[in-house]
């Protein structure tokens, strides 16, 4: 069972436009959310997190918004570049148990000049 | 300092044979995951290892799949009786864990594995 689901499952956009990646959960004992970023060949690497006590949370052209009566979260790409084009990850994290941190199926993002 | 490292980058196997990939964590990160990411896909967890705790293996697909973790650093993801269906990137990550808090899992680079 997906605890996180995430969509679109690949995006295109065009340089200057914003892009806008969205994730849902049911269960509400998450305690925060994570956003990877993961370039061909490489590893993801941790771009943004939120915690549930805020709506928004914005780093540079980054932003998550966070809606917790309806259980989702989205990042938003403003001003996308061709550099941001990657797969993006976003992610949910239990404040208990062993291995506690759970993957949405992640987002090809295509930013074409 | 250097991050999480993993080798080989690449490897290329004949199905049927076995496969070891090996994964450096970060120094002092007591939690080490190792996932497999299918072509276009997301992020399949595997096994997780935490200190001395038994490890959880929920994830691993098949008893041709096992890991170690030696000395509580570095770790061994091996394949027995490869198929072509293991072929994929294998990503190890490693974290310092504090209890009921967020640990940031730091990726390494991932072993290619094609299983021909």
């Known amino acids: 069972q997906q605890q996180v689901k995430q969509s679109p499952q690949s995006l295109i956009v065009q340089k200057g436009g914003i892009s806008i990646i969205n994730c849902a959960y049911e269960?509400?004992?998450?305690?925060?959310f994570p956003w990877y970023q993961q370039f061909p060949g490489k590893g993801p690497a941790l771009l943004i997190a939120?915690?549930?006590?805020?709506s928004e949370k914005k780093e540079g052209r980054f932003t998550i918004s966070f809606n917790k009566s309806a259980k989702q979260f989205s990042l938003h790409i403003m001003d996308s570049q061709p550099g941001d084009s990657a797969t993006y990850f976003c992610?949910?994290?239990?404040?208990?148990?062993?291995?506690?941190?759970?993957f949405g199926t992640g987002t090809r993002l295509t930013v074409i000049p | 300092g250097a991050g999480v490292s993993q080798s080989p980058s690449n490897k290329v196997t004949e199905k049927g044979k076995d496969v070891e990939l090996r994964c450096d964590p970060i120094?002092?990160?007591?939690?080490l995951y190792w996932y497999r990411q299918s072509l276009g896909q997301g992020l399949e967890f595997l096994i997780y290892?935490?200190?001395?705790?038994?490890?959880?293996k929920s994830g691993l697909p098949s008893d041709r799949f096992s890991a170690e973790r030696t000395g509580g650093s570095v770790s061994t993801l091996t394949i027995q009786r490869t198929q072509q269906e293991d072929s994929a990137v294998y990503l190890c990550?490693?974290?310092?864990?504090?209890?009921?808090?967020?640990?940031?899992?730091?990726f390494g680079p991932g072993t290619r594995l094609t299983v021909l």
């Open positions: 290892f935490q200190g001395n705790s038994a490890p959880d």
């Open positions: 990550a490693s974290s310092f864990t504090r209890r009921a808090a967020y640990n940031e899992q730091f």
């Open positions: 939120i915690r549930p006590d805020v």
């Open positions: 992610a949910a994290n239990l404040p208990t148990g062993a291995n506690n941190l759970f």
């Open positions: 120094s002092g990160h007591t939690a």
């Open positions: 269960n509400t004992a998450f305690d925060y």
